[in-house]
């Protein structure tokens, strides 16, 4: 079994930054992926950045990049998402997601498993 457990969201202003994490625990061991995804109300859940476990290749969605900083700690099974120059629109809940298989990063339905999510406002 696999868990993953979201930390870091919270309340920032607008150009303010906040760095997410989430923690691996199970059977990890072959994942091929990490990525980070968010749902605002109303919305459809969305990608945001992924890093391939074992090359550390990155992968970004089009409106964070730049901006935002996806990283892994092996030792720590921990996945980090650095975010900075927080806009309005980043507000929404951010879950973390394990996909096991090479097929295409940035599709959600490729992802395995998921974290339950952590809230980020930003106030402008």
């Known amino acids: 079994q696999v868990q993953l457990v979201e930390s870091g969201g919270g309340l920032v202003q607008a150009g303010g930054s906040l760095r997410l994490s989430c923690a691996a625990s199970g059977r990890t061991f072959s994942r091929y992926a990490m990525g980070w995804f968010r749902q605002a109300p109303g919305k459809e859940r969305e990608f945001v950045a992924a890093?391939?476990?074992?090359?550390?290749?990155?992968y970004y969605a089009d409106s964070v990049k730049g901006r935002f900083t996806i990283s892994r700690d092996n030792a720590k099974n921990t996945v980090y998402l650095q975010m900075n120059s927080l806009r309005p629109e980043d507000m929404a809940v951010y879950y973390c997601a394990l996909k096991w298989g090479i097929g295409n990063i940035i599709l959600r339905d490729e992802y395995n498993h998921w974290g339950q999510g952590t809230q980020v406002t930003v106030s402008s």
């Open positions: 890093i391939t476990w074992s090359r550390g290749n990155t």
